[in-house]
């Protein structure tokens, strides 16, 4: 499955923004999907995952009851909705698919990753 990520930008400390991830080339119903994101010098880590075929959300503690991960099956695109941002979550974002949500939440070796989308939340 190819993954373009799109939304991101530059937003106040405060604000809020909406990722996108749109899917192609494999039945989008057919895996977990997810968001990691790595901040400069930073080593990658998770920010949440869903499994399009049920279940709840999952999320990293940083960005629990701030971030909103859902997904529309009908257009193959999974989003983050991000409010309350803060300079901490200036990261370059990166979506990332994988059958198995355990493998999307630990990043390693999701089998897709898609180009990551920089989102710069300014103080």
């Known amino acids: 499955v190819q993954l373009q990520a799109s939304g991101g930008g530059l937003v106040q400390d405060g604000g809020s923004m909406r990722l996108s991830c749109a899917a192609s080339g494999r039945t989008f119903n057919n895996y977990a999907m997810g968001w990691h994101r790595q901040a400069q010098g930073k080593e990658r880590e998770f920010v949440a995952a869903?499994?399009?075929?049920?279940?709840?959300?999952r999320y990293a503690d940083a960005v629990k009851d701030r971030f909103t991960i859902s997904a529309d099956n009908a257009k193959s695109t999974v989003y983050l909705q991000m409010n309350d941002l803060e300079p901490e979550d200036t990261a370059v974002y990166y979506c990332a698919a994988d059958p198995y949500l355990s493998v999307v939440i630990t990043g390693a070796g999701p089998s897709n990753w898609g180009p990551g989308t920089q989102v710069t939340v300014s103080s």
């Open positions: 869903i499994d399009t075929r049920g279940g709840s959300p």
